[in-house]
């Protein structure tokens, strides 16, 4: 795989890799599991976001950017993991948010506000658009906006995933341990084309499970499947792993917690003092208890905890569990 593309270090690598004893016991399916601890990957608590945008602000600051330019929803990961990258590389930073400004900031808008970006409202305008004003609005003013399209899913972006599943593999090899299968949330693809590209590329003969959040199986296999492809021409790999998506988690829809995420977050908190959070990895674990209730996943089973938890904040009404 190719190694030579420009990259900042915004993050503190590498993230743990540890095994959950008691939340495997707890689980009773035969498996064992362990995890991937990229929710601490070390700037503005962290995420899955930070290891593409290594990648996409040494791209930025190459062609001389003033701004960083990105989009997403009001409780977005990715937005507050950029607007901490902006301030750590000192650049400015454009946050187009879908939704209305609240009261209260809550979650992640809040640390949005605290890291200094300036946030632009899109109500239910399409972002993509929003965003295009917003970059044109820069010019005019003489700035050079990098734009960042949601999620920060380019082969750039997903870059990071691909060396992302290196480091893992390196650490599983120095604790001696391999993988049957690995678990992830996936919704805009950057971190599933990543992994793809990082396990095809050392041959890797396991299963990649990626948990939808938010899209059917056929629109997440087109978009993934092109991102993929471009990934790997980027980054020189033949052969991307395939992925196993699934689309039966999506429950009442993007960032609606159900009972699923709710005992998933409250089983990994309360027998490992891990949390995940009520969009993407708590939707994610719940999906990695379904399959091994089902008896699907065996052996022993990564779950790729890739961030969020800041969201938590924003669910306080949801997140009353009681005793
Ligand atoms: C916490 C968290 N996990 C997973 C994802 C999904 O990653 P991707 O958009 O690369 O599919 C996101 C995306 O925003 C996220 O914030």
């Known amino acids: 795989m190719r ?26 399916a035969g498996i064992e599991v362990w995890i991937k601890r990229d929710d601490l990957t070390g700037l503005a608590m962290g995420g899955n976001k930070l290891r593409k945008l290594n990648f996409l602000v040494a791209d930025a600051l190459q062609q001389g950017a003033s701004d960083l330019v990105t ?12 607007a901490a990258a902006a301030a750590r ?3 400015g930073c454009h946050l187009v948010l879908r939704g209305h400004a609240t009261d209260r900031p809550g979650g992640n808008v809040l640390l949005d506000q605290l890291l200094g970006a300036k946030l632009h409202w899109a109500g239910v305008a399409d972002t993509r658009q929003a965003m295009a004003a917003a970059v044109s609005q820069l010019q005019a003013r003489g700035r ?6 949601l999620g920060g899913s380019t082969p750039i972006g997903a870059a990071g995933y691909a060396t992302a599943w290196l480091e893992m593999a390196q650490q599983a090899r120095r604790q001696g341990i391999d993988f049957d299968a690995v678990v992830f949330a996936t ?13 095809g590329d050392l041959g890797w003969p396991g299963e990649l499970h990626g948990i939808s959040v938010d899209h059917k199986v056929p ?22 792993h395939p992925v196993i998506i699934h689309d039966d ?19 990994l908190a309360r027998n490992e003092g891990v949390l995940v959070d009520p969009v ?20 022993r089973v990564l779950f790729w905890h890739t961030g969020g938890t800041p969201a938590l904040f924003a669910y306080e009404d949801d997140l009353a569990l009681g005793e």
């Not at 919704?187 to 396990?199: C, E, H, K, L, P």
């Not at 629109?219 to 052969?239: D, K, P, R």
């Open 89 to 91: 590389s000192g650049l």
């Open 3 to 28: 190694t030579d593309l420009p990259v900042v270090s915004l993050t503190q690598l590498p993230t743990p890799l540890h095994s959950l004893p008691r939340f495997s016991a707890w689980l009773d």
């Open 280 to 299: 993407y990895t708590g939707r994610a674990l719940a999906g990695l208890i379904d399959l091994g209730r089902r008896g699907i996943l065996h052996g």
């Open 71 to 82: 989009t997403g929803a009001a409780q977005s990961n990715h937005c507050r993991q950029t």
């Open 219 to 240: 629109h997440l296999q087109a978009v993934t499947t092109a991102l993929t492809q471009a990934t790997a021409e980027l980054l020189v790999v033949s052969s991307p």
């Open 249 to 267: 988690y999506l429950g009442g829809g993007y960032g609606v917690m159900g009972a699923p995420e709710r005992e998933a977050i409250q089983a």
């Open 144 to 149: 050079q906006p990098y734009a960042i399209p």
């Open 187 to 199: 919704s805009s693809g950057g971190t599933q084309a990543g992994i793809s590209v990082g396990a």
